[in-house]
């Protein structure tokens, strides 16, 4: 069950034939009579009486399926590790380095002598180091970065230009200029004020830019 309630009747005895989609019981929940349907043709066999309180997770009912292959079985993992913990370490990694860099450089551009002999651009490197070992999939749709406002689907190079962003400037305009020539008819922004949507007029007056309050 994925209701908490109470089970009204039974439509199929022990043992019954039920067809696919048919109706086997009727359970209330929240002062609603809810039908539980079969998800398969098969015979059902109650676990629970009718008048039964029962509660989300409850085993109310088995069905043995008339065709045994449509059965969905779980195969037991066969590896050492799911992946998640190491996955979740390059994650840590990268964002660590990245706070890193961009403190060093922040520390720099306030008059402070934080990069000691190294350039900025070697500064970053440490974060160039932790993403090159990061997993960074293909997106959905094509990225536009503010280094260079052209739009990017190749992880390596969108990997390349998340270091190049800490001391590279941000072309803001141009990256919405590249947006709008790319066949742009309306955007949305989301969240309080509509500070995008005019950025987008002054740039082009016709853009359509609507303010979704989350």
């Known amino acids: 069950s994925d209701v908490t309630g109470k089970i009204v009747r039974w439509l199929k005895d022990d043992g019954?034939?039920?067809a696919k989609g048919e109706t086997f019981a009727e359970v209330e929940a929240m002062k609603m009579i809810m039908p539980l349907k079969a998800a398969d043709a098969?015979?059902?066999?109650?676990?629970?009486?009718?008048?039964?309180?029962?509660?989300?997770?409850?085993?109310?009912a088995s069905l043995q399926l008339d065709d045994p292959s449509k059965a969905r079985s779980i195969t037991?993992?066969?590896?050492?590790?799911?992946?998640?913990?190491?996955?979740?370490?390059?994650?840590?990694?990268?964002?660590?380095?990245?706070?890193?860099s961009a403190k060093t450089i922040a520390t720099a551009m306030d008059g402070y002598d934080a990069l000691g002999d190294a350039t900025p651009e070697q500064a970053v490197g440490a974060?160039?180091?932790?993403l090159s070992t990061t997993d960074?999939?293909?997106?959905?749709?094509?990225?536009?970065?503010?280094?260079?406002?052209?739009?990017?689907?190749d992880p390596a190079v969108i990997k390349e230009i998340l270091a190049k962003?800490?001391?590279s400037p941000v072309l803001w305009e141009d990256a919405v200029?590249?947006?709008?020539?790319?066949?742009?008819?309306?955007?949305?922004?989301?969240?309080?004020?509509?500070v995008?949507?005019?950025?987008?007029?002054?740039?082009?007056?016709?853009a359509e830019v609507e303010n979704v309050v989350v």
């Open 165 to 167: 962003q800490v001391t």
């Open 136 to 153: 960074v999939k293909t997106p959905a749709i094509p990225v536009i970065s503010n280094v260079d406002a052209k739009p990017h689907s």
């Open 196 to 206: 995008i949507a005019g950025i987008f007029k002054r740039i082009d007056k016709t």
């Open 16 to 18: 019954e034939s039920v």
């Open 76 to 100: 037991p993992f066969a590896g050492t590790s799911l992946g998640l913990s190491e996955a979740k370490a390059r994650a840590t990694d990268a964002l660590r380095s990245y706070r890193a």
């Open 42 to 60: 098969g015979k059902v066999s109650p676990r629970m009486s009718a008048g039964s309180v029962i509660e989300a997770g409850d085993l109310l």
């Open 127 to 130: 974060l160039a180091d932790a």
């Open 177 to 194: 200029a590249s947006v709008l020539g790319a066949g742009f008819e309306k955007g949305y922004e989301l969240g309080p004020g509509k």
